[in-house]
C-alpha cells in the first residue's frame, strides 16, 4: 500500500525567510502524482502545487517550488520569502491509478511577525 | 456558490444517533471521495465513488455506509454515531481526466 510521511508535525519561521517542508512516500509504481495542499485555519483544503512523476523537472508557483527526487522518493515544498498568510497546516499527498488521493499527517505551519 | 458543497457545516448529535452528512457538487465530476480529519492523523479516506453504480470503501470505512444519489451527489452516513466519530468531514470530487481534487467547506461533527 502506498504511504506518505510528513516527518515534520510542526515547524516556525519568521516572515521573509524560507522553510522547507518534507516529505517522503512508498510506492511500486513508476507513474504517479504529487500534491502540496494547504488548510488555513478557515479549514479550506487549498492546492498548491502538484507534480506528475514522470516530469523531471521540478514544479514551481510564484514562491512555492518543490525538490522532487523520483529515486529517494521524497517531494519537500519550499516556500520562498514567506508570509504571514502562509500560516496553515500543509499536506503532502500521492494519487496513482488506484484513483485514490492518499495523505500524509501533515506539517503546521507558522509564521512569525 | 461553492463548487463542492457541504451540509450541515457543523453538527452536534448524540451517542447513538443516526445522522448523515451531504455533499454536492456541480463541477460536472464523476469521482467522489468522503475523508476524516483528525489532529495528528492527517486526511483518511473512509469511501470513494466512480459512478453512481461503483462504490469502494477506503481505509477506514467501518461504522459508515454511503450513498451515491447521483452523479452530483454523495451522502456519509454514521448509523449509530459514537464519540470517536468526532472529526473533521470532508468531501472532494475529481474529473477522470484531471488530477485535481476539490475539497468542500468540510462539515466539523461532534458526537456526544
Known amino acids: 500500500a502506498q504511504t506518505v510521511t510528513q516527518s515534520q508535525p510542526e515547524m516556525s519561521v519568521q516572515e521573509a525567510e524560507t522553510v522547507t517542508l518534507s516529505c517522503t512516500y512508498d510506492?511500486?509504481?513508476?507513474?504517479?502524482?504529487l500534491f502540496w495542499y494547504k488548510q488555513p485555519p478557515s479549514r479550506q483544503m487549498i492546492l498548491v502545487i502538484r507534480q506528475e512523476a514522470y516530469k523531471q523537472q521540478n514544479a514551481t508557483e510564484n514562491r512555492f517550488s518543490v525538490n522532487f527526487q523520483k529515486a529517494a522518493k521524497s517531494f519537500s515544498l519550499k516556500i520562498s520569502d514567506s508570509q504571514l498568510g502562509d500560516t496553515a497546516m500543509y499536506f503532502c499527498?500521492?494519487?496513482?491509478?488506484?484513483?485514490?488521493?492518499?495523505f500524509g499527517k501533515g506539517t503546521r505551519l507558522h509564521i512569525l511577525p | 456558490d461553492a463548487d463542492v458543497t457541504q451540509t450541515p457545516r457543523n453538527r452536534i448529535t448524540k451517542t447513538g444517533k443516526r445522522i448523515m452528512l451531504e455533499c454536492s457538487q456541480t463541477?460536472?465530476?464523476?469521482?467522489m471521495y468522503w475523508y476524516r480529519q483528525d489532529p495528528g492523523l492527517g486526511l483518511r479516506l473512509i469511501y470513494y465513488s466512480f459512478d453512481v453504480k461503483d462504490i469502494n470503501k477506503g481505509e477506514i470505512s467501518d461504522g459508515y455506509s454511503v450513498s451515491r444519489q447521483a452523479q452530483a451527489k454523495f451522502s456519509l452516513s454514521l448509523e449509530s454515531a459514537i464519540p470517536n466519530q468526532t472529526a473533521l468531514y470532508f468531501c472532494?470530487?475529481?474529473?477522470?481526466?484531471?488530477?485535481?481534487?476539490?475539497f468542500g467547506q468540510g462539515t466539523r461533527l461532534t458526537v456526544v
Open positions: 499527498a500521492f494519487y496513482n491509478r488506484d484513483d485514490k488521493i492518499i
Open positions: 463541477k460536472g465530476h464523476d469521482r
Open positions: 472532494a470530487t475529481r474529473d477522470r481526466k484531471n488530477t485535481e481534487a476539490f
Open positions: 510506492t511500486s509504481e513508476s507513474n504517479y502524482y
